[in-house]
C-alpha cells in the first residue's frame, strides 16, 4: 500500500486543484478547450520522445514535463490568438489546434519508434510493446505508477495554481461573468484570458497524469458542472466541487486499485456518476418540495 | 489639449482632434474610417447626450474615452489625465449597451456590484468597511436593497439594468459613461431612466455621457446635446436643435451642435429615421459592435 502512497498523494491535489479550476470552466464555456490542450499536449509528448527526454529519472521526468507544459501552454496561448481573430469563434480555433497537435504527436511517435528499431536490432518486437504501453498510458493515463518525484510535481504545481487562482479570484470571476466590460473596468480581458489559460495549460498537464490525454479535461469539467447543480451560491459552488473533486478521485482509485480497472478512467467514471447524481438531484428536488 | 490658460473648471473630458480608423484585417484593403477630426471638451457636472446615426462612430467614442480604442490621430484626456489612468483609478463607470453577462450565474446582486469596485481592491485583501458602505450605497440608490441577496437570473431586465448601473457607480466615478442605454424602452421607461440618472448625477456628483440614436432618451436624460456623424463640433450656440440640423446629421456628414433642448415629439420622430441610419451603416461600415475584443 506504501507504494501507492505518491499515487494518492497526487491524485488527491489534482482533484483539488481541478475542482476549484472546474468551476471556472464550466461557468466560461471552456469545457472545449481543456480537451484542446490536452489533445495539443499530445504533440508536446511526441516531441519529448523525439528529443530523447524521457521520465526514466528525476532530471528525465522534470525536463519532459517541461516540454509539454511549453506545449501546452503554447497551444492554449494560440487557441486564444486564434479565436481572437476569428472574432471569438473558438470551436474553430480549437478544432484546428487540437487535431494538428494529435498528428504531429503520432508522427513524432512513429519518428521516435523507427529510430528506437533503428537503434536495437533484435529487439525491435519488445520496443512495440513498451510504444504501445507508452501511448496508452498518455492517452489514458497510469496514475498508480506515480513515484515521489511526479507527487511532489504535481503537488508542487497544484499549489501555485491554487495561489495563483485565489490571488486573481476577483479579475477572474469578473472576466467569466462578464468579460466584454471588463476592460472598461480597467481589466484587459486579453490578460485575463492569457492569464487563465496558462494555469488551465498546466492542470490539465497534471491532470493528464492521472486520466491521460483522452480524459483529463474531464477532470476539469466535472467536478464544476457538478457543483453548479447543488447551488445557486458562489463560495459554495467552490466548496462543493472541490468536495466532489476529491471524493469521485478518491472513490475512483479505491474501485480501481481493488477491482484492479485503471484508476484514471475509474475516477473519471466515478466523477461523471457523481455529476448525473446532481443533475437528477436538481432536476427533482423543487418537484419534491412542492 | 491645446496650451491654453487653464479653465476656471476642470474638464471632464477632452477631445482633441481626434480621429480614428479601424485597420484593415487580412486580405481586405480598406480600412474604416469611423470618426474624424472630432474635437470638443464637456465640463464637469454636465449631463451630455451624443445623438447620431447607427454607424456613425458613437461606440468608438465611447471606447475612445474609455481608453480600450488609442485615437489614430490627436488626443483624449479624461480629468487631466490618459483614459486608461482614470480608468485605473475608478474615475470612470460604465453602463454597456447590452447586457451580456452570464445570467446563469450563482452570484448575488450584491456580489455583481462589488465587481465594479474590486478591481480596485488589492487581491490579497478582503472588502473594507468602506468598500461594503459603497457598495451598499450604490445598491440603495438605484433602490434594489430588498433584491441584494437575491440571485442575478431572478431579476426583471429593468431592474438588472439598475445592478449595471449600481455597479456603474460602485467604485465611486466621477464621470458615468451610458451606450445606448435605453434601447427598446417606452417612453415611461425612459422617462424613469433619466429620473434615476438625474438622480445620481446631483447625489454623486457625476459628469454623464448617454450616447444615443434616439432623440427621446437623450432628450429624458441629457441638458446638454452634441450630434456626432463621424465628425462633431461643438458650437456654443444658445439654439436648440433644429429640423434642419437633425436632418443633415441623420442624412450627411455633418457638424453637430449642441444647447439646451427642446425637442417635440414630431421632431424625434424625423430624427429616427432608419432609413438614412442605414445608408450610415453602409458609408462607414462601423456598426455599434465592430472593435469587440472578445475571445
Redesign the interface.
Same mark, same amino acid.
Given at each position: 500500500m506504501n507504494d501507492l502512497a505518491p499515487a494518492i498523494l497526487a491524485a488527491l491535489v489534482i482533484s483539488i486543484m481541478g475542482g476549484a479550476l472546474s468551476v471556472f470552466v464550466v461557468?466560461k464555456r471552456l469545457a472545449f478547450i481543456g480537451q484542446g490542450i490536452s489533445h495539443a499536449a499530445f504533440g508536446g509528448v511526441g516531441i519529448a520522445l523525439v528529443l530523447g527526454v524521457h521520465g526514466a529519472t528525476t532530471m528525465g521526468t522534470i525536463g519532459q514535463l517541461s516540454i509539454v507544459v511549453a506545449f501546452s501552454i503554447a497551444a492554449a496561448l494560440w487557441i486564444?490568438a486564434l !479565436? %481572437? !481573430?476569428h472574432? =471569438?469563434r *473558438?470551436d474553430t480555433a480549437i478544432g484546428v489546434v487540437l487535431s494538428a497537435s494529435m498528428a504531429l504527436g503520432f508522427v513524432l511517435f512513429t519518428l521516435a519508434e523507427s529510430k528506437h528499431d533503428h537503434d536495437d536490432h533484435g529487439h525491435a518486437a519488445h520496443g512495440h510493446e513498451d510504444q504501445h504501453h507508452l501511448i496508452e498510458d498518455i492517452l489514458f493515463g497510469n496514475i498508480l505508477a506515480t513515484d515521489w518525484t511526479k507527487a511532489a510535481i504535481a503537488s508542487t504545481v497544484a499549489a501555485v495554481i491554487l495561489f495563483v487562482t485565489w +490571488?486573481?479570484? %476577483? %479579475?477572474f *470571476?469578473?472576466w467569466? +461573468?462578464? @468579460?466584454? /466590460?471588463t476592460?472598461?473596468? =480597467? @481589466?484587459s !480581458?486579453?490578460r485575463t484570458?492569457n492569464t487563465f489559460l496558462v494555469l488551465l495549460a498546466l492542470a490539465v498537464v497534471m491532470a493528464m497524469q492521472i486520466a491521460g490525454v483522452v480524459l483529463a479535461a474531464a477532470m476539469l469539467v466535472l467536478p464544476g458542472a457538478a457543483a453548479?447543480n447543488l !447551488?445557486?451560491?458562489?463560495r459554495p /459552488?467552490f466548496i462543493y466541487s472541490i468536495l466532489i473533486g476529491t471524493t469521485g478521485a478518491a472513490l475512483g482509485m479505491t474501485i480501481g486499485i481493488n477491482a484492479g480497472y485503471p484508476a484514471g478512467p475509474a475516477i473519471v467514471l466515478t466523477q461523471s456518476i457523481v455529476y448525473l447524481i446532481t443533475l437528477i438531484t436538481k432536476t427533482l428536488a423543487p418537484k419534491l418540495r412542492s | 489639449m491645446p496650451p491654453h490658460e487653464q479653465p476656471p473648471k476642470q474638464s471632464a473630458v477632452e477631445i482633441d482632434h481626434v480621429s480614428y480608423t479601424y485597420p484593415a484585417t487580412g486580405f481586405d484593403t480598406d480600412s474604416t474610417h469611423a470618426i474624424d477630426d472630432v474635437n470638443f471638451s464637456i465640463e464637469q457636472s454636465t449631463k451630455l447626450g451624443i445623438l447620431g446615426p447607427n454607424g456613425g462612430g458613437k461606440s468608438t467614442l465611447i471606447k475612445l474615452i474609455l481608453g480600450i480604442l488609442q485615437p489614430t490621430n490627436g488626443s483624449v484626456r479624461v480629468f487631466g489625465q490618459t483614459p486608461a489612468q482614470a480608468r485605473q483609478q475608478g474615475l470612470i463607470g460604465y453602463l454597456p449597451q447590452r447586457i451580456e453577462a452570464d445570467l446563469d450565474w450563482p452570484i448575488s446582486v450584491h456580489q455583481v456590484v462589488a465587481l465594479g469596485r474590486a478591481c480596485r481592491i488589492k487581491p490579497w485583501k478582503k472588502l473594507s468597511a468602506d468598500d461594503n458602505a459603497a457598495i451598499d450605497r450604490a445598491i440603495q440608490l438605484v433602490d434594489l436593497q430588498d433584491l441584494a441577496a437575491k440571485p442575478i437570473g431572478a431579476l426583471s431586465g429593468g431592474q438588472l439594468q439598475r445592478v449595471m448601473i449600481a455597479r456603474a457607480i460602485a467604485g465611486n466615478p466621477k464621470l458615468l459613461v451610458l451606450d445606448e442605454p435605453t434601447v427598446g424602452v417606452d417612453i415611461a421607461g425612459q422617462q424613469r431612466f433619466g429620473n434615476l440618472i438625474d438622480t445620481l448625477h446631483k447625489e454623486l456628483d457625476l459628469t454623464v455621457i448617454l450616447v444615443s440614436h434616439d432623440m427621446r432618451a437623450i432628450a429624458a436624460t441629457a441638458d446638454r446635446v452634441a450630434c456626432l456623424s463621424r465628425s462633431l463640433h461643438f458650437h456654443d450656440t444658445p439654439d436648440g436643435l433644429t429640423p434642419a440640423v437633425l436632418a443633415q446629421v441623420f442624412a450627411h456628414d455633418v457638424a453637430g451642435v449642441f444647447g439646451d433642448i427642446h425637442i417635440d415629439a414630431h421632431l424625434a420622430e424625423g430624427c429616427d429615421d432608419p432609413d438614412h441610419a442605414h445608408q450610415h451603416q453602409h458609408d462607414y461600415g462601423c456598426t455599434d459592435n465592430s472593435g469587440g475584443g472578445e475571445s
Open positions: 461557468l486564444a !479565436s %481572437r !481573430s472574432q =471569438g *473558438i +490571488f486573481n479570484r %476577483r %479579475r *470571476i469578473f467569466a +461573468f462578464d @468579460q466584454p /466590460v476592460d472598461a473596468y =480597467g @481589466q !480581458s486579453k484570458t453548479l !447551488s445557486s451560491k458562489l /459552488v | -
